[in-house]
Nanobody
């Protein structure tokens, strides 16, 4: 199993940017397709973005398309989520997830390992 630790969350004004990081240990990250999910207060967890093992294929939720970018650096065992043009509705706890099988999917039940999450708060 791979262990995942998110960082980079914080408080930002609407229109601002943040970059989240997800550092992996225990296994090489290149063996996993990776994704970001988020959960806002009182809501269910929702898919944000995912990419394949090589990073060659990505898939985004419509709500973040054009504003967020998922990327990975397998040499550093780290996945990133660059978030631009942030909106108050992006406020949530953001989770990193790993999936041993390659490909892109927004189905949270397809992911095998999860981090503890990092809080992102966007003020209006």
């Amino acid at each position: 199993q791979v262990q995942l630790v998110e960082s980079g969350g914080g408080l930002v004004q609407a229109g601002g940017s943040l970059r989240l990081s997800c550092a992996a240990s225990g296994r090489t990250l290149s063996s996993y397709a990776m994704a970001w999910f988020r959960q806002a207060p009182g809501k269910e967890r929702e898919f944000v973005a995912t990419l394949t093992r090589s990073g060659g294929d990505t898939y985004y939720a419509d709500s973040v398309k054009g504003r967020f970018t998922i990327a990975r650096d397998n040499a550093k065992n780290t996945v990133y989520l660059q978030m631009n043009s942030l909106k108050p509705e992006d406020t949530a706890v953001y989770y990193c997830a790993a999936r041993f099988w390659d490909g892109v999917t927004s189905n949270e039940y397809a992911y095998d390992c999860w981090g503890q999450g990092t809080q992102v708060t966007v003020s209006s």
